[in-house]
């Protein structure tokens, strides 16, 4: 039951293949960094590969036929695309699904305030954060405001390298002597993660001058009024780019690790077909972190229409033709594991925990405690999986989320199992899960990598 360590196993080819995807990684997790962001980014790689918008297809009223590729995107923020293959779609399909949002910090609808000549915005986190750790590290902010003329400006502010970054305070050291009595939940409040944004005056103003140079800013360099907030969509992010980290080079630090790394290693199996037996299928989508819900998340209905649409463009399309498709399909719920930390060994059941530099790892089931809220995978469907991962050379391992009682965590697989269909969580193992600079192993994107491609097969 002993892996190896995957970096004594590559020859120098492999070696240089896994660092040029690595480095194609960095420049998706660079690109990236919002959901609608990371959508953008797909569907212009989609399209270079020859995948066309299904909403044209059905305005036009064309048929689909084996070979086609095409995707579909729901707001901007969660998409699918589908490679038809020769086998009746009725017989299932091999889907892999993994979710392109990540924790952040997101602006609030009435954000902009002044205190003590200081400008702020006030924010509403989202996902899981350990709060204490947004604090005194430089931020960007991303998104889109949509304005009452229908015009949607794009909003990148911090990554430019002569762009001014924004940041939360945090109390000195000196005068943090009752702060650090609190738990560790309490020592940031959410209600204090406050984005600093200015702190100069607007001349001639007497009243809040320094949010009216702040509100002139806006209009001069993005012509967005104070009311324009109301329908924004702004996300605070750490600024920076991915990096490459340890002495050796043998990892990936950057935001957004989870769960954008198995998100570009599905879509870049994905890409690499060209031609597929069985109908292949790339699910992304948006709001796993908090429950999957909403439009764009999971457990709405936007999958099933669109696997709908494209039987209709096949024209064999009926109710019962959606349901056998849907329960036939086979998928790997793309998602990260913990990685086991030494510093922090007692959270974790050593023998079933995923490692670094061991390959990708399957999660039998996730959930709390007693699996509550869990997809549990079939063992038949697991022995299968094994046997194509030994045949293509994929190196795996299995884990399941810290020690029982200790915690737990959930991923889109449990909805897709509501199909009956076959699912398992399949992803990379990250250190620092939800913090604001995440690590992986550079072998593990590269398994991953394998992974998923012997799966499409």
Request: glycine content about 8%; some cysteine; charged content about 30%.
């Amino acid at each position: 039951m002993e892996r190896k360590n995957v970096w004594t196993t590559y020859s120098e080819k492999e070696l240089e293949e896994l660092e040029q995807l690595n480095s194609q990684y960095k420049e998706f997790l660079d690109r990236g960094k919002t959901e609608r962001e990371c959508a953008a980014v797909t569907i212009e790689m989609a399209k270079a590969a020859g995948y066309k918008d299904l909403a044209d297809i059905i305005q036009k009223d064309k048929k689909l036929k084996a070979g086609d590729k095409v995707y579909a995107v729901c707001m901007n923020k969660t998409l699918a695309l589908f490679m038809i293959g020769k086998k009746n779609m009725e017989n299932g399909m091999n889907i892999l699904g993994a979710h392109i949002d990540s924790p952040r910090l997101d602006i609030k609808q009435n954000p902009l305030f002044e205190d003590s000549e200081i400008a702020y915005l006030d924010t509403h986190y989202y996902g899981g954060i350990k709060k204490y750790q947004w604090v005194t590290i430089p931020l960007a902010i991303h998104g889109v405001v949509a304005k009452k003329n229908g015009e949607t400006v794009d909003v990148v502010i911090g990554e430019d390298e002569k762009d001014p970054v924004v940041f939360i305070s945090d109390l000195l050291i000196h005068l943090a002597g009752g702060q650090l009595e609190k738990k560790g939940a309490k020592l940031i409040e959410g209600e204090d993660l406050n984005i600093i944004v200015g702190n100069r005056p607007l001349e001639g103003e007497e009243k809040n001058a320094v949010t009216a140079n702040i509100l002139k800013l806006l209009k001069d360099k993005y012509d967005i009024e104070e009311e324009d907030f109301i329908s924004a969509e702004l996300e605070v992010v750490p600024a920076g780019k991915a990096r490459d980290a340890g002495l050796d080079s043998s990892m990936v630090l950057s935001y957004g690790h989870d769960d954008r790394v198995c998100a570009f290693t599905s879509l870049a199996a994905f890409l690499s077909f060209k031609k597929v037996d069985t109908t292949a299928c790339l699910l992304l989508a948006d709001k796993e972190e908090i429950g999957s819900v909403g439009a764009t998340g999971m457990q709405s209905k936007f999958f099933e229409n669109t696997v709908a649409e494209v039987l209709d463009r096949m024209g064999v399309y009926s109710e019962l033709t959606l349901r056998r498709t849907l329960a036939n399909s086979r998928m790997l719920s793309s998602d990260v594991s913990a990685a086991f930390d030494p510093t922090f060994a007692a959270s974790f059941e050593k023998k079933n925990a995923a490692y670094f530099s061991k390959g990708i790892v399957l999660n039998k089931f996730t959930g709390s405690r007693g699996k509550s809220g869990s997809n549990d995978a079939n063992a038949e469907y697991i022995a299968e999986l094994r046997k194509i991962f030994d045949e293509h050379k994929v190196n795996y391992q299995t884990a399941e989320l810290g020690k029982v009682d200790e915690g737990g965590g959930g991923t889109i697989a449990y909805i897709l199992a509501l199909y009956g269909m076959n699912v398992i969580d399949s992803g990379v193992a990250v250190l620092n899960m939800h913090a604001p600079y995440e690590a992986v192993s550079k072998a593990d994107v590269y398994e991953a990598l394998k992974g998923y491609r012997a799966f499409l097969k």
